[in-house]
């Protein structure tokens, strides 16, 4: 028998070996599977995370999301998936313009995508597949939302227009997103192994448990305590040792007594989600163009502009002399605050950035994105300190030694109709020539006019 072991990433001291020798050859290079993860749209203030009673000690949806599909990573690299999860950032959502109850309804659309009934839901979650590139959609539910009792996904194996998931509000553990994106790459309940192991859990006694890998549901109970390890069923695979387990956020360490099968030639599902990896990892390609290193959104804000300044004058101010200067402003604006770059600033600035530098089609995504960062770093591509908005020395303005430099912070993807905050930073080095009078005229105004009207102080 060849062998190769499989180190867990969760704990020491684990190993799966298996006479599959393609499998390891998956591990090296994981077919990239882009994951987007759309949740309803929270109160202000509030977060999705907010009310779970372990949340991996984050207070952010992408935070938390990170952490978990670490785990879900772990698992399928275990058992030589060959796929690996690519988180996207998240994405909140509100459809009640398509009906009061859409909680449920979008719900049941992920479970049908191709029934008439649910065309509309599936052209909004299209939209957002459009913009993000996302292979497979997760639908992190809201409690209490009406919908099914259990966690689902819409096929086994799942096409391109099949690829959604949904998981109710406190389902959301590495045991079960690892499931239910194990049914899109084609595992059945039936296949996962159900076995009586004699294992140890967290160092305590051994004692025979019932086994049941990742996929396993829907089965007959033996009477024996449950053990669910984190790896899905393999004919050629055996367990030594000890490796993940368990239903929580963080896994138990289960030993194993005796090296073990964890399949047979009935209890395998690593074969059709091996094949089916490449595929799911096809579905949407990302582009290349234009390249975006995504920032991190700003916290929303109750006030439409808050912003803050800082003139520096270095060296003396003397009479016909040379004086130096730095420039640092950082301004924050609500999302519903237009701005004169564009026309209709009375619709606010993501509705603005929509209509007018993208396709109107109610959603912001990176292109359109990164163009409103190119106008912004335009607009404030200034040379001299009194169009900045700084100040006038002596009735004169100061000059740029440098040029400026501008980091923006965008409005985050997603609907025209969410409302949270951007702005920018920025940086000048300025340099000018005192008059002859004795007397020193340092000019700063109040409130910058132009198109942005945010205090300077």
Known sequence: M????????????????????????????????????????????????????????????????DKLIQHVNSNYARSSIGAQFNPLPSVEVNFSHLDEDWKRQLTLAMMNPHNSPYVDYIAELNTIRNSTNADVMVYWRESGDGGPGANGASAVPAEEDEAYVHITHYSM????????????????????????????????EFEDREIRTLMTSQVTPTGYPV??????????????????????????????????????????????????????????????????????????????????????????????????????????????????????RALGVRAQIDQHLGDGDGWLDIPEIADFVSLVEGARNLTDSESLGCCVVDYLPLQMSKGME??????????????????????????????????????????????RRSPSG
Not at 19 to 46: C, H, K, M, Q, W
Not at 192 to 199: D, L, M, R, S, V
Not at 310 to 323: H, R
Request: charged share 20%; aromatic share 8%.
């Open 2 to 65: 060849l062998l190769c072991t499989l180190p867990s990433a969760a704990v020491a001291n684990s190993e799966i070996t298996s006479s599959n020798r393609d499998a390891s050859e998956e591990i090296a290079n994981p077919n990239s599977i882009d994951l987007l993860v759309i949740y309803p749209e929270t109160e202000f203030g509030t977060s999705h995370v907010d009310d779970l009673s372990s949340d991996y000690g984050e207070i952010t949806v992408d935070g938390y999301l």
């Open 227 to 344: 053990a669910r390890v984190w790896a899905f069923s393999d004919a050629n695979t055996t367990v030594n040792g000890t490796i993940p387990c368990g239903y929580g956020l963080e896994p138990s360490n289960c030993t194993y007594a005796e090296e073990t099968p964890i399949g047979n030639s009935s209890w395998s599902n690593v074969d059709l989600m091996r094949a089916r990896a490449p595929i799911v990892a096809g579905f949407r390609s990302q582009p290349d163009e234009p390249e975006w290193e995504w920032p991190e959104p700003l916290p929303p804000q109750g006030d439409d502009v808050l912003g803050s300044s800082q003139l520096q004058i270095y060296g003396p101010i003397s009479a016909s002399s040379n004086i130096s200067a730095t420039w640092i402003a950082n301004i924050s604006l609500r999302d519903d605050y237009g701005v004169d770059l564009l026309p209709d």
């Open 173 to 204: 553990s590495p045991y079960i997103l690892s499931h239910e994106l194990g049914h899109l790459l084609g595992g059945e309940h039936h296949k996962g192994t159900q076995t009586i192991a004699n294992i140890s859990v967290d160092g305590g």
């Open 406 to 451: 501008v980091i923006v912070i965008p409005p985050a993807n997603g609907s025209v109709e969410s409302n949270g905050s951007w702005g920018w930073m920025e940086y000048a080095e300025l340099s000018g020539l005192t008059d002859s009078r004795s007397t020193r005229i340092l000019d700063v105004p109040r409130w910058v006019a132009c198109w």
